[in-house]
T-cell receptor
Framework: KAGVTQTPRYLIKTRGQQVTLSCSPISGHRSVSWYQQTPGQGLQFLFE???????NKGNFPGRFSGRQFSNSRSEMNVSTLELGDSALYLC??????????FGPGTRLTVT | AQSVTQLDSQVPVFEEAPVELRCNYS??????LFWYVQYPNQGLQLLLKYLSGSTLVKGINGFEAEFNKSQTSFHLRKPSVHISDTAEYFC???????????FGQGTRLTINP
């Protein structure tokens, strides 16, 4: 089976812009989670989607949003970008088991 | 709510030496426990997991971990490390709904020849 894929791998944006990141889960996986990784804060949970519904949400401002499509693919959107949003954004999918499988991430740089 | 503490931010060891990376967690409910590895410029790879049953779990690349409920620990061990084990290692916990992982701050393992 193919693993979790994320596009794009690298992105450079300017403060105030918005960005959309995409994640395709492992085939058959219905749960998709998003995490932000920064040197200062480490790995932090953003949100989790299952069957197009957000089941869980982390402690991030409303500028961070996501959605899931009927084929389980997911997108996350960050509006009005700030310098502090520069991070590696990781997507993970899970199936029937408890473990999550991660993609390679999207490196977002905000200038 | 859960929390995870990785007791060492950096661990340097010589090649072929044994290593232990320490992880303690806090939770008011039963949990699942995981170790992930991250190589430079990559995502996270699952090393091993504890869901239930035997407290000693074996994972990939020769790693193993032991769940100790009384000490709320889940330390990762390898009897003999290789240069290729150089990476950052993350301990993570989730409740039994497994919808969200809470990570420790990571331990950078450096292998010296």
């Amino acid at each position: 089976k193919a693993g979790v894929t994320q596009t794009p791998r690298y992105l450079i944006k300017t403060r105030g812009q918005q960005v959309t990141l995409s994640c395709s889960p492992i085939s058959g996986h219905r749960s998709v989670s998003w995490y932000q990784q920064t040197p200062g804060q480490g790995l932090q949970f953003l949100f989790e989607y299952f069957s197009e519904t957000q089941r869980n949400k982390g402690n991030f401002p409303g500028r961070f949003s996501g959605r899931q499509f009927s084929n389980s693919r997911s997108e996350m959107n960050v509006s009005t970008l700030e310098l502090g949003d520069s991070a590696l954004y990781l997507c993970a999918s899970s199936g029937e088991g408890a473990e999550q499988y991660f993609g390679p991430g999207t490196r977002l740089t905000v200038t | 709510a859960q929390s995870v503490t990785q007791l060492d931010s950096q661990v340097p060891v010589f090649e072929e030496a044994p290593v232990e990376l320490r992880c303690n967690y806090s939770s008011s409910v039963s949990v699942y426990l995981f170790w992930y590895v991250q190589y430079p410029n990559q995502g996270l790879q699952l090393l091993l997991k504890y869901l239930s049953g035997s407290t000693l779990v074996k994972g990939i690349n020769g790693f193993e971990a032991e769940f100790n409920k009384s000490q709320t620990s889940f330390h990762l061990r390898k009897p003999s490390v290789h240069i290729s084990d150089t990476a950052e290692y993350f301990c993570a916990v989730s409740d039994l709904r497994a919808q969200k992982l809470v990570f420790g701050q990571g331990t950078r393992l450096t292998i010296n020849p």
